[in-house]
């Protein structure tokens, strides 16, 4: 194995051995604590943490025999760190990486993955600087306010995101809807509102897709605002614009093979937690932002409107037993409209707390969609460091 493997496979059988230690509240690994009485770093905080979430997923019918997805894969590992200095009780500067990994791949387990993918990637990496005062003001590849505002709402089952605007655009990290490169962005309260502002900043390379386009983000900004009305009922809606360039990949001038666009999402959500409940719902409107199925010309490359829409209820039994911590079953849906095409997922699902950082999801997918999507099921299992 080389360098890399051998790191991951380390935080692995550390991970495991963790797992077997007496059960204890799970949460990031505080590696540095503030107040350590250190010369010049006093106020430095670090930490460690990460996810692994091996899974298995099964269409019905026989377009699924025998993938990697049947033999069971990596449903979005990673590792993150975060790095906190305290100049004062009111003001710290902050940084934070997050790395995803394919886990049988730095396994060596070849049947278990997607050879024509990245296996390890940047998920976020930003620095900023936060008040309790006057917010936090963050630069880097990080969650968007579309997404932090709405998308995250429903973002709460397996086989979700088909409804809203950050898992249905041409790229969440290139076109700034998901986690997006290059962002500045302020987060801070004003009274129960908690207000969300960003600005992109242009991204120079493409985004080459394989239909024969590249798409180029240049720049854009968002608005988006939590209202809490109670402890456990929150309001949320959110707009976002960028402008982007698409360019055939056999660009020229005098054939007119480029078009820009003006991209918008706009959206409103609702979340509410009373008690052992979690209700949720999501709507959004998506403007030159969906590509067509099969287009490959750039000034007709993207749908006029889509409409989108997301919701799930579900409830946590508590138990916390030597076996089982608590049972979350739910029933979720979401939808997408465009032109001559629409899609319609249904799910009901049943979320399992383990001890031990370990988490079973089982659920099972039933579609009604224009192009005959198969239903599906699923199985996953989290592991929380």
């Given amino acids: 194995m080389n360098f890399r493997t051998n790191t991951i496979f380390g935080i692995m059988l550390a991970i495991i051995g963790i797992a077997v230690m007496p059960d204890i509240a799970r949460g990031d690994i505080l590696l540095l604590k503030r107040d350590n009485n250190l010369p010049m770093i006093n106020g430095l905080e670090l930490q460690f943490g990460g996810i692994l979430r091996p899974q298995y997923r099964n269409k019905m019918g026989p377009s699924d025999n025998h993938t990697f997805m049947q033999r069971g894969y990596d449903s979005g590992s990673y590792i993150h760190t975060s790095v906190d200095y305290y100049l004062n009780d009111d003001v710290h500067l902050l940084g934070y990486y997050e790395v995803g990994f394919d886990m049988f791949n730095e396994l060596g ?9 990245d296996t390890t990637f940047k998920r976020k990496l930003y ?31 397996d086989n979700d995101m088909h409804g809203q605007g950050s898992n249905n655009g041409i790229n969440g990290n290139y076109d700034g809807s998901y986690r997006g490169k290059n962002l500045l962005k302020y987060t801070g309260d004003i009274g129960p509102v908690t207000l969300n502002l960003s600005w992109s900043a242009p991204v120079d390379d493409f985004y080459i897709k394989s239909d024969n386009v590249r798409y180029q983000r240049k720049s854009g900004g968002a608005i988006g605002a939590d209202y809490h009305v109670a402890g456990d009922l929150t309001l949320s809606a959110a707009y976002s614009y960028t402008r982007a360039n698409i360019v055939s990949r056999k660009y ?28 949720a719902a999501s709507g959004g409107l998506f403007k030159d932002f ?27 039994f508590q138990l916390k037993n030597a076996v089982f911590k608590s049972f979350k079953p739910y029933v979720a849906g979401d939808g997408m409209r465009w032109d001559n095409y629409q899609t319609n997922h249904t799910y009901l699902g049943l979320a399992t707390v383990l001890p031990f950082g370990f988490q079973i999801d089982l659920e099972r997918t039933f579609s009604n969609t224009s192009d005959h999507q198969p239903d599906e099921n699923w199985v996953r299992l989290w592991y929380k460091f």
């Fill in 109 to 117: 387990s070849g049947s278990h993955y997607d050879h024509q993918k």
């Fill in 127 to 157: 620095a900023g600087v936060a008040s309790n005062t006057y917010g936090t003001l963050t630069y880097g590849q990080q969650n968007s306010v579309y997404y932090s505002v709405i998308g995250a709402k429903t973002d709460i089952w």
């Fill in 252 to 279: 020229d001038r005098a054939a007119n093979d480029s078009a820009g666009y003006s991209q918008q999402m706009t959206g409103i959500a609702v979340q509410w937690k009373p008690d052992n409940w979690v209700l």
């Fill in 290 to 316: 969906i590509p067509r199925h099969g287009q490959r010309v750039p000034d007709n490359y993207f749908e006029g409107t889509a409409p989108g829409w997301e919701y799930l209820a579900g409830y946590t």
